[in-house]
């Protein structure tokens, strides 16, 4: 990592930016830095550096929209996400990263349509599922796919539209869930090899872009209303899926 080139170290930063951006409003961003730091990286490296860096952003959100979380929904995901993230480190090296990309993505898309569908009046409220069972399926599908590809936004994203919750609560809640399933992750990807000495050194080199993207995110937040703000999520969540599954 010492002997990375200029281009190298301005598309780390460049993705330390994008990832503070997204935690503080913007969490279609957040899949965005993934090929952008694998460009640099090979893939798993990218995947070790990048979590500290989320974890780091994950912070500076909770200490901006803290007061704004929905506690009774996310004791109803933690659970069943933890549980998800052990699943995930125990099948991390058992898919390609192509079926895993894949995979994601057209589940993503297919929450995406549904929940267009349910803005629109096609699906009634009170026929989606709002129970245990969907925050079950639900924590447990992110738990997987954050542990191994920190790929979650989406599916969490769709699931807080579906569930009905205005900007702040949105941003509120997404940021304690990622704190806590972030911090959860750290032991498995030191274990694995994927969390290093040299990969935190390099996320020391490049953690003033968190700060940066958390202060553009929050003035872009603030200029959007309510309903341009969920069309901006959706339409972010669909094109992050499609690059998934485009590769």
């Not at 589940?107 to 709002?130: A, C, F, Q, S």
């Amino acid at each position: 990592m010492g002997d990375l080139s200029p281009f190298g170290w301005l598309l780390a930063l460049g993705c330390a930016v994008i990832l503070g951006t997204s935690k503080a409003g913007l969490p279609g961003l957040g899949l965005l830095a993934a090929p952008i730091l694998a460009s640099a990286f090979r893939a798993k490296v990218s995947m070790g550096i990048m979590l500290p860096l989320l974890v780091c952003g994950d912070v500076f959100a909770v200490f901006y929209y803290h007061r704004h979380a929905d506690w009774r929904m996310l004791w109803r995901l933690l659970p069943a996400a933890f549980s998800g993230v052990i699943v995930g480190s125990l099948i991390l090296n058992r898919i390609t990263d192509g079926q895993l990309r894949v995979g994601i993505g057209v589940i993503v898309l297919i929450m995406v349509v549904l929940t267009v569908l349910r803005n629109r009046g096609i699906i009634r409220d009170e026929r989606l599922p709002k129970g245990a069972a969907t925050a079950a399926v639900t924590g447990l599908v992110a738990g997987i796919t954050t542990m191994m590809a920190h790929a979650a936004g989406p599916v969490m994203q769709v699931y807080f539209l579906a569930m009905g919750l205005k900007k702040d609560a949105f941003i509120g809640t997404g940021a304690w869930f990622f704190m806590l399933v972030n911090a959860f992750k750290v032991p498995f990807y030191v274990g694995q090899g994927l969390i290093t000495v040299d990969s935190l050194v390099l996320n020391a080199k490049i953690a003033i872009g968190i700060p940066l993207g958390i202060v553009l995110g929050i003035v872009i937040v603030r200029r959007l209303s309510n309903r341009v703000f969920i069309l901006c999520i959706q339409a972010l969540t669909a094109l992050a899926a499609v690059k998934l599954i485009l590769g």
